[in-house]
């Protein structure tokens, strides 16, 4: 790996071909730990975009950005979104001639809409586009949209339908949620290559991203790639909710307004009948005894990126033992 991001890949490399679903934040964490490990042709990460959005006109990926910036070495290490080194000078004045300031754009980050938006336009699609700035960032491993075709999440609130950003970052996931829907999702069909890579693939790897928003949406289109008959791939999620809480973001609210408790369990539950491993943290360790896979118990809270390549060597390892 050329990028600073992913620099420190042993020698003792794993061979494994992995396939990681991932939405941001805690998405991008653990696929950063895997691409530490594995060599570049083994690892392919699909990502959410059921949170895409257009905003002042520009075509908007918060998840792929997060995956791809993490992966790069361009991620904020404080927000884990965004770019490091970021000022805010075009969002800034677009506001204060009355546009939106709700959604945060960096102008670093608003070269990667603006260049993205335009591509879009000129007929290309978003995976042909995700693979050139994969390119110009220094990005080996492969990095996937999900789909190549429209797919919104909203948020069934208290307070009627909200689009994803509206509800998370505009609304502060304020609102009570009742349930979700992704429009589009019936016709969308898996970004290309997304296919043959689960396909070759020894191993899917659910990152402890958001179950509702961020790994639903791509099992919405994957899933029967995953159980169908004949399908020998293993299924292993690693569990986003430690001692009944998210590290970040609404994952718990979530769980508690549609009336199940929280907890790593409820996160192995979501999954059931995909799984074939699980892994969740040491604080969660007594519900092992509850959980029908194989389960790893150990350290899942990723500090640091020496903590990420240490989860995904854990996660490896289960992998292999199954
Ligand atoms: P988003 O799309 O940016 O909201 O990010 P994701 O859906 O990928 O990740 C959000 C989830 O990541 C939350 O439920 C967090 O609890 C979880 N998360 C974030 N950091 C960590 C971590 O270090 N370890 C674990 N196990 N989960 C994490
Ligand atoms: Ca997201």
Redesign the pocket.
């Known amino acids: 790996m050329k990028s600073k991001g992913t620099a420190h890949r042993p020698l003792s490399t794993v061979r494994r071909r992995i396939v990681a679903l991932?939405?941001?934040?805690?998405?991008?964490?653990?696929a950063h730990g895997l691409a530490q490990i594995l060599p570049p042709e083994d690892l392919t990460i699909i990502v959410?975009t059921g949170?895409d959005f257009e905003h002042y006109g520009l075509y908007i990926c918060?998840?792929l950005d997060?995956v791809c910036y993490t992966l790069a070495g361009l991620a904020n290490p404080e927000t884990?979104?965004g770019r490091v080194d970021e000022s805010w000078n075009v969002i800034e004045n677009a506001a204060r001639l009355g546009g939106p300031g709700w959604f945060r754009l960096g102008d670093r980050d608003l070269g990667t809409h603006l260049e993205r938006t335009r591509r879009l336009r000129e007929g290309h699609c978003l995976s042909e586009i995700t693979r050139d700035f994969c390119k110009a960032w220094g990005i080996e491993h492969t990095v996937l949209p999900m789909t190549d075709d429209c797919v919104r999440t909203i948020v069934e609130t208290g307070e009627g339908d909200l689009e994803f950003q509206e509800y998370?970052v505009h609304r502060h996931c304020e609102p009570r949620v009742k349930g979700f829907r992704f429009d589009g999702i019936e016709t969308a069909e898996p970004a290309i290559g997304a296919r043959e890579a689960i396909a070759e693939a020894e191993a899917v790897v659910i990152?402890?991203?958001?179950?509702w928003?961020?790994?639903d949406p791509i099992l919405r289109i994957f899933s029967p790639l995953l159980s169908g008959e004949g399908s020998g791939v293993r299924v292993v999620a690693?569990?986003?909710?430690?001692g009944g809480?998210?590290?970040?973001?609404?994952?718990?609210k979530m769980y508690r307004e549609l009336g199940i408790e929280p907890s790593a369990l409820a996160v192995a539950n979501h999954y059931s009948g995909l799984l074939t491993g699980f892994v969740l943290?040491r604080v969660d360790a007594l519900s092992v005894k509850d959980i029908e896979v194989k389960s790893l118990v150990t350290d899942?809270?990723?500090?640091s990126a020496e903590?990420?390549r240490r989860?995904a060597q854990d996660v490896l390892n289960l992998i292999g033992d199954l």
């Open positions: 991932a939405g941001g934040v805690g998405g991008a964490k653990l959410n949170d918060p998840d997060t884990g979104w998370f990152c402890p991203s958001n179950p928003v961020s790994v690693v569990s986003p909710i430690i809480e998210t590290v970040k973001g609404p994952a718990a943290d899942t809270l990723m500090k903590d990420r989860l």
